[in-house]
């Protein structure tokens, strides 16, 4: 007795209407090497593709379908089986459906029953060597069912199997992952240097650039100037492990640094990939990087290092610094603003922020705000100071602590700056090395090749002058940098600098030094500053912390915007009241005050006449020739003032209440006297409403109008003044 084939007893399911459809074969293949290296797919495709002729399908009708190598018209290679089968086929063509297995049509439950559902709908049948299938029965779609949650199940434990085994080769060191730049994998699998000595030069200049830089912007503009390329091994394609020269790049640098590589450490397992992340058609997307503590290997000491780990935590350690966040110093920008990062407030402990305002000329003011509260609760400024003062504190004690090592600080510049010109110098002449070499060997191969094969020595000749025009334009880059570069300091220059290491600060002031080289020193020899501006005066006192853990205390001015902020303005004020009553003039004023030591608000150095005068008006010293005039003027009437006299009993400048005359913000009218003089209208409701509306923010009219006049309203409705229409009322 024979056994049949399951096709030959299956007669019943396959109808004749099937037949007029199309017969699909699936198989897999996941790149063209496969079919090479792997040819027992192709064989099972063509035995599959025979089975769907035996059950009747003319071999015009059955279609041959791969996932993976695209060779349909779409070209979709990320979507499982049955979904290429759906949207390029469409299951309502679909007779049947041959595999090898039915279940790797899906990689998942889901898809495996959404696969059974859609061709029950549609009628399609589905085979493998076992048998011929239709999902619309019961006991068939049952017994898929299960196929499809063993396949599951095993490929779960395959899976398993592979990263247990990758997970321990990787953690004896042998799993081979991509190298970065400068590495090199050897047949035999061991990780070396790479030999190529101006590969190497260039990974050393990176590192010690930015030790000295402390900046990855500042890194490759120094290659980009300089036209240093970076030597990369191919990894893939018909250049694989060929070396190639690309110009550098901010995140290949950035990579560089925070690989640890570098420093001899061997990892694995340092990102996962986060399905959400991933971008269709890109099979390397939705990488995310995990903390250190998370990695799955780290063994320090497995490969041949350019760097040591203490360079290597110090790199990370500057990069997450130099990231704009409140916690970190942040990277040197441009700015006036010394001190950007170190100072913290004396107060909240919180890092102050620095913001600019342009003034005559264009030219930036800094200024140092404590303004955390403010912008995360909308609350107010917790303190705030001019940055020039502080700038110019913090500085003189920094020149005064640079004074003793100054000859040493300039010798090691010099001689800094002459070793990072022979590096340079180095690459150049290794890339001019290399381009010789290239001439060379087209030379000897035009040379040994037969003459009469004029075929070949076309093409070889063509190859000897292309490899020496690249000679030339590389010699001429060369001539060219050289021609832009400074020179070499000679002997007399040498000693120009040591002469000047002994006036620092005509140095830091120097039109060479940029405010980015006064930073960086700043933050080499400074690791915090605390600023406590005391109550609301000019006086503040400075804490700073040396790196090494010195501190310093001490205290400098700031400039105030009032007179009453002063901290001696008690002393002031009695003093000037003191010399207007023995009679003395403005100008004498002034120059007493300034010979006492009194200073102005603002960034004066010195009190002028006008200063004198405006501060005896607040002061309420009325000047003889004003005592003159109102003896001579008529009486006032009820809630009549003088301007000075308002202008003191309101709180406000006299000049500020002047300009609300002019603007018509107050009723007033002018005398009959030789100096048509002011005499302003106020009852005890309106000189209520003039201080209300002097103590709204300056500017607060014009930059939120609404609140503006909802405030005004309340202040008539507190006061119960009511002015004319044009006045500012709400």
Same mark, same amino acid.
């Given at each position: 007795?024979?056994?049949t ?11 004749p ?47 041959v379908?791969?996932?993976?190598l ?49 061709c ?16 619309a ?9 299960l ?25 004896r ?109 890109r ?8 903390p ?33 966040r ?122 040994l090749?037969?003459?009469?094969n004029?075929?070949?020595? &076309? +093409? #070889?000749?063509? %190859?000897?002058?292309? =490899?020496? $025009?690249?000679?030339?334009? @590389?010699?001429? !880059?060369?001539? /060219? ?95 000037? &009241? +003191? #010399?207007?009553? %023995?009679?003395?003039? =403005?100008? $004498?004023?002034?120059?007493? @005050?300034?010979? !006492?030591?009194? /200073? ?125 229409d ?5």
């Open positions: 007795m024979t056994a084939a399951p096709w030959e007893r299956l007669d019943g399911k396959i109808q209407w099937h037949l007029d459809r199309l017969a699909v074969v699936y198989v897999r293949q996941s790149t063209p090497q496969q079919v090479l290296d792997h040819a027992e797919s192709t064989r099972l495709q063509y035995g599959l593709t025979q089975r769907a002729v035996d059950l009747g399908w003319p071999a015009s009708r059955v279609l379908i791969d996932e993976d695209g060779q349909s018209a779409s070209g979709l290679v990320d979507r499982p089986g049955f979904q290429r089968l759906v949207s390029e086929v469409g299951l309502d063509h679909v007779g049947l459906v041959l595999g090898v297995e039915m279940s790797r049509l899906a990689r998942s439950g889901r898809e495996w029953h959404q696969l059974l559902e859609l029950a709908l549609a009628g399609a049948l589905l085979a493998d060597p076992d048998g011929v299938y239709d999902p029965e019961h006991n068939d779609r049952m017994l898929l069912g196929k499809g949650t063993i396949s599951e199940a095993e490929l779960h434990l395959i899976k398993q199997r592979m990263w247990n085994g990758r997970i321990g080769k990787a953690r060191g042998e799993l081979a992952v991509p190298l970065p730049v400068g590495y090199l994998r050897l047949d035999d699998g061991q990780v070396v240097k790479d030999p190529d000595e101006q590969v190497q030069a260039v990974v050393r200049l990176v590192f010690d650039l930015f030790d000295e830089l402390g900046l990855i912007n500042g890194v490759l503009r120094f290659l980009v100037d300089h036209g240093i390329q970076m030597g990369i091994r191919a990894r893939e394609g018909p250049e694989k492990g060929r070396l190639v020269w690309r110009r550098p790049s901010r995140i290949m640098i950035q990579n560089m640094l925070r690989h640890p590589a570098y420093a001899g450490i061997y990892v694995y397992g340092r990102s996962r990939t986060d399905p959400r992340r991933r971008i269709p058609g099979p390397c997307t939705g990488r995310v990087r995990k250190r503590e998370d990695w799955l290997v780290y063994l320090p000491g497995t490969l041949p290092a350019y760097i040591g780990t203490e360079q290597h935590e110090r790199n990370l350690a500057r990069i997450e610094a130099n990231r704009s409140a916690l970190s110093l942040g990277a040197l920008r441009d700015g006036p603003a010394l001190l950007v990062g170190l100072v913290h407030c004396g107060r909240c402990d919180t890092r102050m922020t620095v913001h600019y305002q342009r003034g005559a000329g264009g030219k930036l003011w800094p200024k140092y705000e404590c303004s955390r509260a403010k912008a995360d609760y909308g609350g107010v400024l917790c303190q705030q100071l001019s940055g020039a003062c502080l700038d110019r504190y913090v500085t003189a004690l920094l020149l005064t602590a640079l004074a003793p090592a100054a000859l040493e600080v300039s010798l090691a510049a010099a001689e800094h700056a002459q070793q990072r010109r022979h590096e340079v110098d180095r690459i150049w002449l290794q890339r001019l090395e290399r381009a010789d070499f290239a001439v060379d060997r087209a030379r000897r191969q035009y040379q090749s037969e003459p009469e004029r075929l070949v020595v &076309r +093409e #070889l000749e063509r %190859a000897w002058e292309a =490899a020496l $025009a690249d000679r030339q334009h @590389l010699g001429e !880059e060369y001539d /060219r940098f050289l021609a832009a570069r400074p020179r070499v300091l000679t002997a007399t220059e040498r000693e120009q600098i040591r002469a000047l290491a002994g006036d620092l600060p005509a140095v830091w002031q120097a039109p060479t030094t940029t405010d980015t080289d006064r930073k960086q020193l700043m933050r080499h020899l400074i690791e915090k500053i605390r600023v406590s501006v005391i109550d609301d005066s000019e006086r503040v006192t400075v804490q700073i912390t040396w790196v090494g853990g010195h501190r310093t205390d001490g205290e400098t001015i700031r400039p105030v915007g009032r007179l009453d902020q002063l901290s001696y303005f008690p002393q002031l004020a009695a003093r000037a &009241r +003191e #010399l207007a009553a %023995a009679g003395q003039t =403005a100008p $004498a004023i002034a120059e007493i @005050l300034n010979a !006492e030591g009194f /200073r102005p608000p603002k960034r004066r150095d010195h009190f002028g006449t006008q200063g004198v005068r405006q501060l005896l008006r607040e002061l309420g010293c009325i000047s003889p020739q004003e005592q003159s005039l109102r003896r001579n003027a008529s009486p006032l009437g009820p809630d009549e003032w003088w301007p000075s006299d308002l202008a003191r009993e309101i709180g406000m400048p006299r000049v500020t209440l002047f300009g609300w005359i002019k603007n018509g913000w107050v009723t007033a009218h002018q005398q009959d006297d030789r100096r048509r003089s002011w005499v302003i209208h106020a009852d005890r409701a309106e000189a209520e409403r003039l201080r209300r509306l002097h103590e709204l923010p300056r500017g607060h009219g014009a930059r939120q109008p609404w609140l503006y006049h909802q405030r005004m309203t309340i202040i008539q409705n507190e006061t119960g003044a009511h002015g004319d044009d006045k500012p009322q709400l």
